[in-house]
């Protein structure tokens, strides 16, 4: 099911680094937003066709507006490059409800962040989330140099500057932070969050495959490119709500197919890293394609947008 889209006024646009920009949006007709948590992103809904996916960037306890800060992306396909054109104070925009794939453990006795580069953002909500409740947190923020870095001095105002460090490397991440001697000696019941460029979050997943399960927890900007070339294998889904089988044949995915059939599913990224389009599974193999679900949650979910499946699929739907 499609979520609620709301109408927002952008009142405020800053430089925060090289090629970063944030908005600060608030509710067209001046009402409060919906409560988000930290970790949330909202679906941003652009001038050019495009949607796209931005953590919120700004303390959860404040509703009156939500702040995204925004990547151009050279290599993109527009959705950034958009935003840094084309909007500016007093623009008008339409956003989706908060969702959140990158919760806060409500177990946790610690947290540990890792960002990379723009994948500061969602720490930017998460730190004064846990100030509020008297849980402690460290952050470690890795960036090129400090001119590509944003909210830099955002960060330094905490007093605690304990729990803050930055590590600029010149691109050389052996000249940046040291994540073995980061995540040595620390509490069992600490849980650790990264987000950034794929060769730190798969250095960190590496560096952590002897955590517990459930205590590791990555958000990913971008998805799975499925390489079009490699063979598919055709496959059904059948709806369990009403029993329609739905085919979804080599050059399809399983939510195109859906769309086709006139099964209203919200969407996102496509790539299978927002979560917009998770849907519940009963019974059957599915091969899981996403960046989002958690090993546990692929025991009863998919994302229809990359993944696929074996022979059949019962869905929740
Ligand atoms: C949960 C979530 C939160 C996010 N939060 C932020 C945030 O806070 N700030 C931020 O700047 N961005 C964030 N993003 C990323 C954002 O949604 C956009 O992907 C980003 O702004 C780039 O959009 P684009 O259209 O400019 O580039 P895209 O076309 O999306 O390209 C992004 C990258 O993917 C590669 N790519 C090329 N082709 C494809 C393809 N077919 N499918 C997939 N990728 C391809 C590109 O080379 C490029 O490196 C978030 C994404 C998610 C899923
Ligand atoms: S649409 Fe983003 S995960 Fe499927």
Not at 45 to 74: F, M, W
Not at 268 to 292: K, R
């Amino acid at each position: 099911m499609a979520g609620l889209l709301i109408k927002v006024k952008v009142d405020d646009v800053r430089e925060e680094a090289e090629h970063i920009r944030s908005f600060r949006l608030s509710h067209a007709k001046g009402k409060l937003l919906p409560a988000f948590s930290a970790g949330a992103h909202i679906d941003v809904l652009l001038g050019n066709g495009l949607k796209r996916q931005y953590s919120l960037a700004s303390d959860p306890s404040n509703n009156t507006a939500y702040r995204i800060a925004v990547l151009h992306e050279q290599n993109g396909r527009g959705g950034s490059a958009w935003l840094h054109e084309h909007v500016q104070s007093g623009s008008s925009l339409v956003i989706s409800s908060p969702r959140n794939t990158f919760a806060l453990s409500e177990e946790a006795s610690h947290h540990i962040f890792i960002a990379g580069g723009i994948g500061i953002t969602p720490f930017l909500a998460m730190i004064p989330a846990l100030r509020d409740k008297g849980q402690t947190c460290e952050l470690h923020y890795c960036a090129r140099s400090k001119e590509t870095a944003a909210f830099v001095k955002e960060l330094e105002a905490y007093s605690d500057q304990n729990m803050i460090k930055s590590y600029f490397d010149g691109g050389d991440p052996s000249k940046g932070c040291n994540i073995s001697a980061v995540l040595a000696n620390r509490a069992v019941s600490t849980h650790l969050y990264c987000c950034g460029p794929k060769g730190l979050t798969s250095a960190v997943k590496n560096l952590a495959a002897g955590w517990s399960e459930g205590t590791v927890h990555f958000e990913h900007f971008i998805g799975s490119v499925l390489d079009a070339s490699a063979p598919h294998e055709a496959f059904t889904l059948e709806l369990q709500r009403s029993g329609i089988i739905i085919g979804v044949s080599t050059e399809q995915s399983a939510l195109q197919s859906l769309t086709a059939a006139g099964i209203d599913i919200d969407v996102g990224c496509e790539s299978g890293a927002c979560g917009s389009c998770i849907t519940g599974y009963s019974e059957g193999t599915p091969i899981h394609h996403d960046v989002c679900l958690s090993p546990k949650e692929r025991l009863t979910h998919f994302t229809p947008c990359v993944s696929r499946a074996t022979g059949a699929l019962k869905i929740d739907l």
